[in-house]
DNA sequence: GAGTGAATGTTGTACCCCCCAACATATACC
DNA sequence: GGTATATGTTGGGGGGTACAACATTCACTC
């Protein structure tokens, strides 16, 4: 784990500069060089490496304009993919993503009914034999679940709007796919992924909150790396109580914020169906009326004491903002943002900027996918 | 900052070997061989460095009772030092700590008035001058401040009680001694000194809440690591919003634990004198009168709630609590404990278990020491 | 009390990794 | 075409750890 040998070096190395490679695209190697801090011969001797291993390509360098010999360009190979999956209570989709972060391909399964967790992880595994075969090189599959997860070993805990409790999810995908599975609460990738590629770049310590139809779900990243607690449930500021409110949330639980900032509700306010929830934002914007503002600013309010007790306690950089929270946030962010500055203390609440997600659609396969790709980054030589 | 090269190895490694040292007390050179995982050789070799530095010496071995030849014990030098300083607002107590982290020495300033950090800090100064000489090796200064402190340059941003609104402490404290200075948030120090120390030992995710006369102080440790947020604000569980209540903090907010639950009301119930804080836990442990208990389930309701809040944000293995915290826990455990139980969501709440400190009056020297040895244990070869 | 086995310190060698310096190469600019 | 600039390439050097062989010390046994 921790480095204490020259092996442990070299593995660090790579993983540097494959990491660098994951997060900032095509580079030159004098820019690898620079970012790593490693010399240039070093640096050429790790990308070599990495060629060797069939992680990158080395490609004439584009003309720089600049004086100098021109450095070659190292790209990421995209036929080294993960398969990410999201599993929800209407479809299964699952993708194709290259190493450079681009989805290759996407498979959507819908279904009349909930499928269990036995069902998901079946259909799943008969779409990956399909998508596996052909020169793609595949590493592993990163699952992004909308509920708790149990990271040491896959296993969703609580996965209330799938009615999926103590299910064993990776174990029986790897076993009936052969490849490697990590599984993770969808919020928690969410905020990986915004800040690997969206709204958060470079953000060591930011919130990602998403609203969806079933709810709100939670990721924290804190000094620079994913915040998951003991057993990986952490984040889960939906259910943080913001009111002595009777009103209950999916999990039964009074006050919470996911019980008083509701989708449901919106749609209901501005005269749309559940099935309609694509043109709330549009609708919910151009309507000014006192009735609409009331109820969003009621819920607003809600929103911003969840966020301001979450920033007391984390003090991160950025909170993200996701769903149907991001059409909130834009109806009006100053009541937003001054609502958060009221309710926290007074340094934290300085420091805090409140921004909508940028992702948006390819969110959670990538955040899936860096899940999948997480060990191969982290030990590129092993592969 | 990361490891790159094979200077950085060997700076890591002596930091394994002094901080095992440090975390584990006196050890066998093949113990230390064990626990950082390097070989016999290296590990000598490491010592060897380590005694060089004089951090370190080596003692005959103890009659181990076992066959083989007898590993020579390494320990901490205790005539290598760090000043713990923590000012409150009746007092400033300094004290001298050794790497082995026994107090050798404790002085204790009292003022009629609240000081000004400026007055703190020439105090300080004057304190330290006597402290310093000596055959002692003074590494460093660490203070333990009641109140937000901006960890990246050590400026006091507020402190409420003692009234020390953005002002720097720091460097005016380096200036007059000559010393390196760390300054960091009482609980945040409290949280680390459990989990090195005492009730959170070896545990990477724990939660400090501490009860005082002035408030209610939250410290984080998450992964393994004191979690600071973007500036070093985080963990102010204090100021979270339990309930709709008007009843506002020490910082203006209402509803918040620092509000609904405090010492000044547990007095008052047990008629007690706020100078007579000491008698709390007896007293309170001993009324077993209906009034009595209606208040502090009252407070304890409270306190479980924000303990809920709080776990769902970070699922914690451990929730450690002091001061009058620890006295309400001992009062009625199983309510709290169910409190928090029902109001946290299943699997992160099936995980936590809430204690008391274990540290008492050493939990601040000890924790702002080990601030102030931060730096030596990550680099002790820079000593 | 001498012998045996076990556990550990010590020493010298081998290997790995990174850095550096010198040289080679490729481009821009004049 | 020459010069300056930037970067790849190569060989040597230094630092660090692992390993194997040897040395040391203790407990146990006969």
Request: charged share 25%; hydrophobic share 35%; glycine share 18%.
């Given at each position: 784990m921790v480095q204490g040998t020259s092996e442990d070096v070299r593995r660090l190395n790579l993983s540097t500069i494959l990491t660098s490679l994951y997060l900032n695209g095509p580079s030159s190697r004098s820019q690898l060089s620079a970012r790593s801090g490693r010399n240039r011969s070093t640096v050429g001797s790790l990308v070599a490496d990495l060629v060797a291993l069939g992680l990158v390509d080395e490609q004439d360098p584009a003309p720089s304009g600049m004086a100098g010999r021109p450095s070659p360009i190292v790209s990421l190979r995209p036929d080294v993919a993960a398969i990410a999956v999201n599993p929800e209570i209407d479809v299964l989709t699952i993708s194709v993503v290259g190493?450079?972060?681009?989805?290759?391909q996407t498979i959507k399964h819908s279904y009349s009914e909930i499928p269990s967790a036995d069902e998901a992880i079946s259909i799943t595994a008969a779409v990956i034999q399909g998508l596996v075969s052909g020169p793609r090189r595949v590493v592993g599959v990163g699952v992004a679940v909308p509920g708790q997860v149990r990271s040491q070993d896959g296993v969703v805990t609580h996965a209330p709007h799938l009615h999926w409790i103590d299910v064993p999810f990776a174990a029986p995908l790897s076993e009936l796919t052969g490849l490697p599975v990590a599984v993770a609460n969808d919020a928690s990738l969410g905020a990986r992924a915004e800040r690997a590629f969206g709204a958060?770049?470079?953000?060591d310590n930011l919130l990602y909150l998403n609203g969806g139809a079933s709810g709100i779900g939670g990721g924290i990243v804190a000094g620079g790396t994913s915040l998951l607690g003991s057993h990986g449930y952490?984040?889960?500021?939906?259910?943080?109580?913001?009111?002595?409110?009777?009103?209950?949330?999916?999990?039964?639980?009074?006050?919470t914020l996911e019980a008083l900032v509701t989708r449901a509700q919106l749609l209901e306010t501005v005269g749309?169906?559940?099935?309609?929830?694509?043109?709330l934002e549009e609708r919910l914007l151009a309507d000014r009326s006192d009735a609409t503002a009331a109820v969003v600013h009621q819920q607003l309010y809600r929103l911003g004491l969840g966020l301001a007790n979450a920033v007391n306690l984390l003090n991160p950089e950025l909170v993200v903002l996701g769903g149907f929270l991001a059409t909130l946030l834009r109806y009006d962010a100053d009541f937003l943002n001054a609502t958060v500055h009221e309710a926290a203390l007074g340094p934290s609440a300085a420091d805090v900027k409140l921004v909508a997600s940028?992702?948006?659609?390819?969110l959670l396969p990538t955040g899936a996918a860096q899940l999948a790709f997480e060990p191969l980054l982290n030990d590129p030589a092993s592969y």
């Open positions: 190493l450079d972060s681009r989805i290759i958060g770049r470079g953000v952490a984040g889960e500021l939906g259910h943080v109580r913001v009111s002595d409110s009777t009103v209950r949330d999916s999990a039964g639980m009074p006050g749309l169906g559940c099935s309609e929830a694509d043109l940028e992702l948006g659609p390819r």
